[in-house]
């Protein structure tokens, strides 16, 4: 009976889906409207008329020692600089600074273990913790420009550590937690690592994994790690190599309490970060100080339009990502965010843990991204009904192109309907949010970015000559340097050079997916410059050809490549997951050709529809569609570092083969 109502419900909701999807744009709520930091569209030509004072004034909201002499020097491009001869410490941002005004007490992290362990950690609790950190590295030795390597789930010493080395000076080079220990010590050497810190055990959904353990089989001979540092977190028994190892807490009970900030300045370096790798070997992104903090903490208050007294704001990336560099850490701390931090998995203890916590926290405003609103969806509407998210007033979502009806989901179901979502486009290299809306001012249009954040100049350009295109399909450019954007790609100049600069020369950053841009000037990203197809001269992009296809009501995911057509130049293949357990049938693959059909046209319809369980991901979670690429044509796999489930590629590979076999 209780599944019977459940399905009747679900039913319903499709059908209530449905008929928003033609809704062409959503209006910022009024009352939304009346509280927002920025209401007035002004703002957009004030910050165009004044780019560079638009920025200057973002600097000016931070605390400097001393300030810059020139805002930005663009006397080598593309190695841009900003605020030049300014002197500043992040850490004494994110965390001194609302101490000494009085905002200690405040709340900085809510976090919560997996198994529903909880600990609040203030300003000032935060700040004595860094600086006792900051002090114990220096003690080891650990000094300015000195790269540290971080490779920790997601507990409060993840930001301790970083906060610390910002404190110091030191680069970090996070590492995700879900990357193989293979992948720690590659991207230990190349970055050349003092020091690492790690844990003994993580937790994953009920069990624990042996990080030192794990750790200590790949890091033994490697002789520029002089020291690895261990925060006991499970109670994992590990051995400790004398000379080389040692315990945090023991590092800290012998460190001094205090430790004044280094004077950093503007460009010195801030920490290193590899992008997903969904379309190529990962890239070591440097980013620096003073413009970095100036793009992360300016797109944060405005796109989430914060307000840190009442908000309890929840980014649920993992610290790993650059959304959890920017949107975990430094832009909330340094807006005096109180933030909640969940070490655990979305479905564990129960699918419903996220909009429990929601509840629990009041959490106001959240930020995740398309893959874990389509896994949601997935697993059906009845988990978040069993909450009350009444406190939520702004989603935001970033990572990939939202599919409409994920959108329209994610609105109806987590926003009840009065919720603004910032669909947020940016990139690990752009360090902070590009293409967005700012939440009281700009109407949204489920499945686009709408438009560029003041002070951006982005454009979408033809392919040949790099000319703009008014409306219409092109690449994605950003015309015009930004604060936050990154430096170099670490110890690479030339393949920064390369890679985002030689095509349209030094002043054109490209950026790598395809947009279209509409008559209302939004912008709508639809995908890598590789994922476009050409059907018989039709280019299309795999993100429209996907969004139609999971309008279908049993449809939960879709990731579209273009295959070799002997007719059409390229016909486009399909794989599909459907929603729950049902099963694929020859009457589903007519019924998603009829739907892409009527909502693209004749031309778009898959050849082929392939059933897929699950689809390859990287470990952040997009779908790898240049690995699906790779099986359908039958060639060896390109770089799998980054993907998260070998078992996936595996599953979809013998399918393929089987199907083959069939056919011939
Ligand atoms: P790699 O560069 O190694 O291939 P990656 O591009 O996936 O990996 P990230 O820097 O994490 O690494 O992701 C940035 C990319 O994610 C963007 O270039 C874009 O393709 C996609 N993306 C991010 N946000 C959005 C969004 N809101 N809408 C559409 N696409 C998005
Ligand atoms: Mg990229």
């Given at each position: 009976m209780a599944t019977e109502q459940m399905k009747t419900a679900e039913h319903e909701l499709e059908m209530e889906l449905a008929g928003l999807l033609d809704v062409e744009r959503f209006d910022p709520p009024a009352e939304f409207k009346q509280g927002a930091l920025l209401s007035d569209?002004?703002?957009?030509?004030?910050?165009?008329?004044?780019?560079?004072?638009?920025?200057?004034?973002?600097?000016?909201?931070?605390?400097?020692?001393?300030?810059?002499?020139?805002?930005?020097?663009?006397?080598?491009?593309?190695?841009?600089?900003?605020?030049?001869?300014g002197k500043l410490n992040i850490s004494y941002n994110c965390l001194d600074r609302h101490v000494e005004a009085g905002r200690g007490d405040r709340i900085a992290f809510h976090w919560r273990g997996e198994e529903g362990d909880e600990r609040d950690l203030t300003y000032a609790d935060l700040l004595a913790e860094v600086q006792r950190f900051a002090n114990a590295m220096k003690d080891l030795g650990i000094r300015k420009g000195d790269v540290v390597g971080i490779y920790l789930p997601m507990i409060p010493e993840v930001v301790i550590a970083m906060q610390a080395c910002a404190r110091i000076g030191a680069v970090h080079n996070v590492v995700f937690g879900g990357f193989s220990p293979e992948s720690v010590r590659e991207r230990m050497v190349f970055s050349d690592a003092k020091a690492l810190i790690t844990v003994d055990g993580a937790a994953r959904k009920g069990k624990t994994a042996a990080v030192k353990q794990a750790v200590d089989e790949v890091m033994g001979d490697l002789a520029s790690l002089e020291h690895i540092i261990v925060v006991r977190s499970k109670g994992t028994p590990c051995e400790m190599k004398p000379g080389r190892d040692v315990f945090y807490d023991e590092i800290m009970?012998?460190?001094?309490?205090?430790?004044?900030?280094?004077?950093?300045?503007?460009?010195?370096?801030?920490?290193?970060?590899?992008?997903?790798?969904?379309?190529?070997?990962?890239?070591?992104v440097l980013h620096t100080t003073g413009g970095y903090l100036t793009g992360v903490s300016a797109t944060h208050r405005y796109v989430f339009d914060l307000h840190p007294e009442t908000d309890v704001y929840w980014c649920m990336a993992d610290v790993g990502w650059v959304t959890g560099h920017s949107y975990i850490v430094y832009g909330p701390l340094c807006n005096g965010a109180t933030s909640i931090m969940y070490e655990g998995a979305p479905d564990y203890p129960h699918k419903g843990i996220w909009w429990e916590l929601v509840e629990h926290y009041k959490a106001t405003i959240i930020y995740t991204a398309p893959t874990a609103i389509r896994a949601c969806v997935k697993w059906g509407a009845e988990h978040?009904?069993?909450?009350?998210?009444?406190?939520?007033?702004?989603?935001?979502?970033?990572?990939?192109?939202?599919?409409?009806?994920?959108?329209?989901?994610?609105?109806?179901?987590?926003?009840?309907?009065?919720?603004p979502i910032v669909d947020t486009w940016w990139q690990t290299e752009t360090g902070a949010i590009m293409i967005t809306p700012l939440p009281g001012i700009v109407s949204t249009k489920p499945g686009s970015a709408t438009r560029p954040f003041p002070g951006i100049k982005a454009e979408v350009v033809d392919e040949r000559e790099g000319k703009p295109i008014a409306e219409g399909q092109g690449l994605l450019v950003l015309t015009r340097p930004w604060p936050s954007m990154l430096r170099t790609l670490f110890r690479d100049d030339e393949r920064f050079v390369e890679t985002y600069f030689r095509r349209f020369g030094k002043e054109t950053y490209l950026v790598g997916d395809a947009s279209r841009r509409d008559k209302d000037g939004y912008y709508w990203v639809i995908g890598r410059i590789d994922d476009v197809v050409n059907v018989s001269g039709h280019r299309l992009s795999t993100a429209e050809v996907e969004s139609a296809i999971v309008a279908h009501e049993a449809v939960a995911e879709a990731a579209v490549i273009g295959q070799h057509d002997e007719d059409t130049g390229q016909s486009i293949c399909a794989f599909v997951t459907l929603q729950g357990t049902q099963e694929g049938s020859p009457e589903l693959e007519d019924g998603i050709r009829a739907t892409v059909a009527e909502?693209?046209?004749?031309?778009?319809?898959?050849?082929?529809?392939?059933?897929?369980?699950?689809?390859?991901?990287?470990?952040s979670g997009k779908i790898m569609r240049r690995l699906l690429r790779d099986i359908a044509e039958g060639r060896a796999l390109g770089d799998v570092t980054t993907l998260r489930d070998p078992a996936v590629m595996a599953a979809l590979e013998s399918q393929i083969r089987s199907e083959e076999a069939n056919e011939s």
């Open positions: 569209p002004a703002i957009y030509e004030e910050a165009e008329a004044d780019w560079k004072g638009w920025w200057e004034r973002q600097a000016r909201e931070l605390h400097w020692f001393k300030e810059w002499d020139q805002v930005l020097d663009d006397s080598n491009p593309p190695f841009y600089k900003w605020f030049t001869g009970a012998a460190a001094a309490a205090e430790c004044p900030c280094e004077e950093m300045d503007a460009e010195d370096p801030l920490y290193v970060l590899y992008t997903s790798g969904s379309t190529a070997k990962p890239k070591g978040p009904r069993k909450f009350d998210l009444s406190s939520l007033r702004l989603l935001g979502t970033v990572g990939e192109p939202i599919n409409p009806k994920a959108w329209l989901w994610y609105h109806k179901v987590i926003g009840g309907e009065r919720c909502r693209i046209g004749k031309f778009a319809r898959p050849k082929r529809i392939l059933w897929a369980d699950d689809l390859p991901k990287t470990r």
